[in-house]
């Protein structure tokens, strides 16, 4: 079963920087949606930032829109999340997981592979 691996996450001030890494086979980016999601505890999952690899077509959630860049090497198997400007509110477990087809809609139950997240914290 496939299972895509997050890295990168950590504890930084408000105003700081982060790149989240996920790395999965690279059979998986060669025409694929690969997300982004966040979830905090006692709250639904939500959806960050999606890309289609096969045209680095890209889609933000509107509460990262401008400070997020979700992005994919050369190689097709490394999807990054460039995370500037961070606030405390971005504090959660991020998690990545993939989407057959060119559709990369934010909702996470459309999505496979998930990983076991990384963590984010953003102190003020």
């Known amino acids: 079963q496939v299972q895509l691996v997050e890295s990168g996450g950590g504890s930084v001030q408000a105003g700081g920087s982060l790149r989240l890494s996920c790395v999965a086979p690279e059979s998986i980016y060669s025409s694929e949606c690969v997300g982004w999601f966040r979830q905090v505890p006692g709250k639904e999952r939500e959806g960050v930032a999606t890309i289609y690899t096969g045209e680095h077509t890209a889609a933000y959630a509107d509460a990262v829109k401008g400070r997020f860049t979700i992005s994919r090497d050369s190689a097709k198997t490394t999807v990054y999340l460039q995370m500037n400007s961070l606030k405390p509110e971005d504090t959660a477990m991020y998690y990545c997981?993939?989407?057959?087809?060119?559709?990369?809609?934010?909702?996470?139950?459309?999505?496979?592979?998930w990983g076991q997240g990384t963590q984010v914290t953003v102190s003020s």
């Open positions: 997981a993939a989407k057959y087809g060119a559709y990369c809609p934010l909702e996470s139950r459309y999505y496979y592979g």
